[in-house]
């Protein structure tokens, strides 16, 4: 866990950033490689793992359930599973710190077991909603006592056998959806997760991988119906995991905005649930080239070179958003020093991530100089056509990584620093952000 001290940090305008640089492994895959090797009967290894804190939060949850994980190497870990139906009652809380991923979904996984578990995390992540998980988890017969407006602390007393349900997502997420498919593997008959908007597919393709007896059909309009024989039995695998765009974002974003730079990121996972961000950034204008393009583990990577462009506003079709919810923030940064205007909506899940991102990047972008409009479900953003922002304020990271990085790239193009009063939360997904960023100025 990353400690309670916040440590604040300031962002120059520095540049024109150049080099090649390999970002931290895909960290949804990295939460579902030791989730599913610690189900395998035998030894899994993993190459390329994401050592961020939210990932050593499932690690040591995933231990204190009864597996064996150990670290080899750099990125390398071995894992001896327990399997499916073997997970062992935790002795004490299981501590989330600030990971949505690693609480749905471990409580999917301790819903279908005869243990009772309870689940703590940060400030951030106590105020997320977990309604969203135990509604179906219930379903199956799973018991929860939570705390008030479904939030953490909560336990789990899980249910052996479960019942198998159909559940339809009320909401697009993959974090629902894996919640669902991880309680059926140990469930008898078969589990469907019927999924009106795609999200975010590691699941289905890792369960398969792992050996899991998994269907996907998609039918006339759309709707994914994914099915799950239960009380399965994983094989052991060899897991690579691909960098991860959502923090590929990043550099990618701040050599688009950096005159004179060209950055080539490399190893970036291509999976097509994931690259909503890519698409829009080159509808905006974005030099972007794609090179050796390949299957890594099940799923598609290239090496990815950024240009400084002259970027232009967009608007951004509500169905792309959740092929790159994460990646609003260091979008929005985009925008704000494109040339004309940016509209999103249909982005209301954004308010209930590490922190409320529209709030915080409106607030933020507007103190450093922005035009940005707030409103229910979105942000309009007027560009300033290339200009440098004006900078020179304080902006508030809330627990969220991901707005402490938004603000660092926009540090990149501003007339004076940019301060963010805590950057401690970026070592959730990128502990590597800030070296990689004075490594590209050349610092
Ligand atoms: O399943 C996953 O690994 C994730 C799903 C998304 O959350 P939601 O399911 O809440 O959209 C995403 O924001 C999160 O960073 C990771
Ligand atoms: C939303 C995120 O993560 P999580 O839900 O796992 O906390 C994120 O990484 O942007």
Redesign the pocket.
């Known amino acids: 866990m990353h400690s309670a001290q916040p440590r604040p940090a300031s962002f120059s305008p520095r540049g024109p950033l150049r080099g090649t640089i390999k970002v931290p492994g895909d960290?949804?895959i990295s939460?579902r490689s030791l989730m599913l090797s610690a189900l395998a009967i035998g030894e899994s290894r993993v190459a390329g793992l994401l050592e961020g804190e939210d990932v050593l939060s499932t690690a040591a949850a995933m231990r204190a359930m009864g597996a064996t994980i150990e670290r080899t190497g750099e990125g390398e870990w071995r894992i001896h599973g327990v399997g499916v139906g073997g997970l062992l009652q935790p002795q004490a809380a299981l501590d989330m710190g600030n990971s949505?991923?690693s609480t749905?979904?471990l409580m999917g996984l301790v819903a279908s077991h005869a243990i009772t578990a309870t689940f703590i995390g940060d400030a951030s992540l106590s105020k997320r909603p977990m309604g969203r998980v135990i509604d179906p988890l219930s379903l199956i017969g799973a018991e929860f006592n939570a705390s008030p407006g479904g939030r953490l602390p909560l336990m789990v007393r899980g249910i052996c056998p479960a019942v198998p349900i159909s559940y339809r997502l009320p909401v697009?997420?993959?974090?629902?959806k894996?919640a669902v498919l991880l309680a059926g593997l140990n469930t008898p008959g078969i589990t469907e997760v019927i999924e009106p908007v795609p999200?975010?597919d590691?699941?289905e393709r890792m369960l398969a991988g792992f050996g899991a007896d998994l269907t996907v059909e998609t039918d006339g309009d759309g709707v994914r119906h994914i099915r799950l024989v239960g009380e399965a039995e994983l094989k052991p695998q060899t897991i690579e995991v691909p960098g991860d765009p959502?923090s590929a974002a990043f550099p990618v974003v701040a050599a688009l905005i950096t005159p004179g730079s060209e950055v080539t990121v490399t190893h970036v996972g291509m999976n097509p649930t994931r690259t909503g961000i890519f698409k829009m950034l080159e509808a905006m204008g974005a030099d972007l080239t794609y090179s050796n393009e390949r299957i890594v583990g099940g799923e598609p990577v290239a090496d990815i070179t950024a240009r400084h462009s002259n970027l232009t506003g967009i608007e951004v079709p509500p169905d792309v958003a959740?092929s790159m919810?994460?990646e609003f923030p260091v979008f929005f940064v985009a925008a704000s020093v494109a040339q004309g205007r940016t509209v999103t909506s249909g982005l209301d899940?954004l308010r209930v991530?590490e922190s409320d991102r529209l709030a915080l990047m409106a607030a933020g972008l507007t103190v450093i100089g922005a035009k940005v409009e707030e409103r229910e479900d979105g942000l309009v953003i007027d560009g300033s056509g290339g200009e440098p922002l004006e900078g020179a304020a304080t902006v508030a990271s809330a627990l969220d990584h991901r707005i402490a990085m938004s603000f660092a790239v926009a540090g990149q193009h501003c007339y004076h620093a940019v301060s963010v009063d805590d950057v401690s939360p970026i070592a959730t997904s990128f502990p590597t952000f800030e070296a990689m960023m004075a490594g590209l100025a050349g610092a």
């Open positions: 960290k949804s939460h949505g991923t749905r979904l697009a997420s993959a974090q629902v894996s999200t975010r590691h699941s959502s959740p919810i994460d899940e991530k």
